[in-house]
């Protein structure tokens, strides 16, 4: 099973950017798709925005598109989240999540490993 650790996360205001990073680890699927998805307290987990293995196909949650941008690198297992303009609305923990195929729409395989704190101040 894939272990996924995201990280980059921390405190910014609003109006501010962070970029998160998702590295992989055990038996990758690194040509598979891989998605973001948050949670914020008291809420359900919910999804921000998935890639293709490629790349060439993205998808975003409409709260955030225009704002995030999701990008991989291959060569390095990793999935990146560049988030601009951040909101106080986007605080949570924000987790990667593993495809089980190259393209999307995708089932995630479950393994939602470590996740990251972005908080945004108003």
């Known amino acids: 099973q894939t272990r996924l650790a995201a990280s980059g996360g921390g405190l910014v205001q609003a109006g501010g950017s962070l970029r998160l990073s998702c590295s992989a680890a055990?038996?990758?699927?690194?040509?598979?798709?891989r998605g973001w998805f948050r949670q914020a307290p008291g809420k359900e987990r919910e999804f921000v925005a998935r890639?293709?293995?490629?790349?060439?196909?993205?998808d975003y949650a409409d709260s955030v598109k225009g704002r995030f941008t999701i990008s991989r690198d291959n060569a390095k297992n990793t999935v990146y989240l560049q988030m601009n303009s951040l909101k106080p609305e986007d605080t949570a923990v924000y987790y990667c999540?593993?495809?089980?195929?190259?393209?999307?729409?995708?089932?995630?395989?479950?393994?939602w490993g470590q996740g990251t704190q972005v908080t945004v101040s108003s």
């Open positions: 055990g038996r990758t699927l690194s040509a598979y798709a």
């Open positions: 890639i293709s293995g490629s790349g060439d196909q993205t």
């Open positions: 999540a593993q495809g089980l195929t190259p393209t999307i729409p995708t089932m995630w395989d479950g393994s």
